[in-house]
């Protein structure tokens, strides 16, 4: 049985097709990436998926209950930590944590055990009775995981939660969502707009573009999927571009050729010996050329070739103790 | 029962909130008392003689009280708000608790802080001789009244707060009272008015929540204002609760 899976799920916001006819099948234990910039659908899908909206079509089942008909028994079986660190800054993180156990079933000496436990994996032991208010944003955002994981869920949703925190703090919140699914078995779906967050830690991944799923498979295989060497080469004149491609796609051995931020973006089988016939090339067609570089493929050329952009990554401003 | 302990836990969460933030309880008392003490201080000395009403005091603690509610139920809808903006409105909503259950523990957490205003509102009365004509059981009858009225009201505000999530709508909820105050007996018995506004303070339901209130305080026990009274409230409760699960449902779908 999927941990997760969907048909055709859609919402639409009047004219809006926030999501538009996605299909899913994720498999249990596993960590499942959902990668797209802001406002290509992942929050309005985790948001279906975890029954805070209801879809405008299609179905879903969570856990082998559907989202619709089973909301409830759905919700027992999730952890969910949303974009923005859902919590209350008058209270403090053990009355937090204490209440979001209460409201699972889970009170008495079993409750505050747990509550204890979730302390010291999130390592804010020391914190634990402070106001949430006099949190730091990376603390916030461990408190927030540590409050979706109180009722020991099968499956577990993070939307984007790194967004926005130090190196030091997404390295963190990196360590615990491997150790869940390495240890506990846990199903992972995470939404991220950081290719690198979603290279490392997802065995499977989709990327979602204007409502649509447009690519999916395991890092490596989307990868490899591209097969050739990407070289990258910055034109100089911006109305050269075009040009730049017509030329760089008849050299010999070139399978095809993207436009992308000012540069070319070469796909060839062996780019180390290539790349000094398309700068020979463009020099005789009178092409200024600036930086040239080689990579085998990454996702975000996956993310290229899928979408015919690069990704765009916004960060939000940086709040205050932002620091972990 | 999941029901009654997700309203209890969540109660017990607003009154935290409440007690940490002494300054806006503070302003839920002192403002309803400071124009308590202006009316009585401006028109309390010709009442008698103008409208008959020898205790013109103990006639204006209902009006105290529900300025009271008024007030502590726009500090609610904003911290609805507040949740809502934070995310964790959400993140209550994520719970397998009843989403119903999880609205009306704020809603109950007001009626509770109109229950421990309206006893100091009272204990004020009594400093400055309003008597309190029906005893400690009239008391209770009025506690147990300011809670469900505490509660009706409340429901707009979150109804309010769950509909728009603008704290300025629900900082303008809070005066929605206040039109309906100033439209019934508020400051003088119906048979002073003028034709129209007597027909719009017979039909308006704070007349009776009023009078009722009134009628435990100066006049003795009089079962006829009291069913009045509690019908009134009641009504008051079903009009809002229902709004409070129409703006639940928009909120959610």
Known sequence: MSAIWAEGLTKHFDEVRAVDGIDLDIAPGTIFGFLGQNGSGKTTTIRMLTTLLRPTAGRARVDGLDILADARAVRRQIGVALQEAGLDDVQTGRELLTLQARLFGLGGSAGRQRVQELFGIVDLEDAADRAIGTYSGGMKRRLDLAAALVHRPGILFLDEPTTGLDPVSREGIWRYVTRLSAEDGITVFLTTQYLEEADRLAHDLAIIDEGRIIASGSPAEMKARIGTDVVTVQIEAPDALGRAAEVAAAVEAVERVQIADGAAVVYVPDGARAVARIVLALDEAGIEVGDVAISRPSLDDVFLEATGHHLQVEEPQPAEGGAA | ?253
Do not use: C, H
């Not at chain 2, 017979?202 to 009274?229: H, K, M």
């Open chain 2, 1 to 253: 029962m999941q029901s009654i302990a997700t309203v209890y836990f969540l109660t017990v969460r607003s009154l935290r909130e409440a007690v940490r933030n002494p300054a806006q309880e503070a302003g839920n008392v002192l403002i309803p008392l400071f124009f308590f003490a202006v009316t009585v201080g401006s028109i309390g000395s010709i009442a008698a003689d103008a409208f008959g009403i020898d205790n013109f005091t103990g006639f204006q603690v209902p009006v105290a009280i529900l300025a009271a509610a008024s007030s502590i139920s726009a500090s609610a809808g904003l911290g609805t708000i507040t949740d809502i903006q934070r995310g964790y409105f959400d993140k209550l909503l994520l719970t397998p608790a009843p989403r119903s259950a999880i609205v009306f523990g704020r809603i109950a957490a007001d009626g509770v802080r109109t229950v421990a205003i309206t006893a100091f509102i009272v204990g004020v009365g009594l400093i400055f001789g309003t008597g309190f004509d029906t005893g400690v059981p009239g008391l209770l009858v009025l506690l147990v009244g300011s809670f469900g009225f505490g509660m009706a009201y409340s429901g707009f505000n979150a109804a309010i707060a769950l509909r728009t999530g603008s704290p300025q709508a629900a900082a303008a909820g809070g005066l929605l009272l206040f039109p309906l105050i100033f439209l019934s007996t508020a400051f003088a018995p119906k048979d002073v008015f003028a034709d129209w506004l007597e027909v719009l303070a017979t039909i308006n339901p704070i007349t009776y929540v009023l009078e009722a209130q009134r009628s435990l305080i100066i006049e003795g026990w009089n079962g006829f204002d009291i069913l009045w009274g509690a019908a009134a409230t009641l009504g008051f409760g079903a009009a809002s609760f229902t709004l409070t699960f129409l703006a639940l449902r928009w909120r959610t779908s």
